[in-house]
């Protein structure tokens, strides 16, 4: 990852605008969700739940970093739904995300 990310960020990476929010998104899942559910699945790191809780948690963060990224160009656009778009999906990933992580309760078979 150091070999590849160094020389990315020193010829001016990430692009800012939307083509930065895209590499991102690209980046995240082309290339390390692959990676780490390939680990999970072949060493069994982690049980799929806290695996899927994280993974959502990590989405909703890289979903923040692009919108960070693409805030420079919206003030070229109408910004009357920018609430919405940026609040559910970003509660939808971190509140599934949470629920994911808390810890299950024994069953009461009684």
């Not at 920018?82 to 999906?89: E, F, K």
């Amino acid at each position: 990852m150091l070999l590849v990310g160094w020389p990315l960020i020193h010829v001016g990476w990430p692009p800012t605008g939307f083509k930065g929010a895209a590499y991102v998104w690209a980046l995240a899942l082309t290339g390390l969700l692959p990676i780490s559910l390939g680990l999970n699945l072949l060493r069994q790191l982690l049980p799929w739940r806290r695996f899927a809780g994280g993974w959502l948690l990590a989405l909703a963060g890289i979903y923040l970093a692009g919108f960070a990224l693409a805030a420079p160009e919206l003030h070229h656009y109408q910004l009357d739904q920018l609430p919405v778009c940026l609040g559910l999906p970003l509660l939808a990933l971190a509140s599934v995300g949470v629920l994911l992580l808390r810890p299950s309760r024994p069953r009461d078979d009684s």
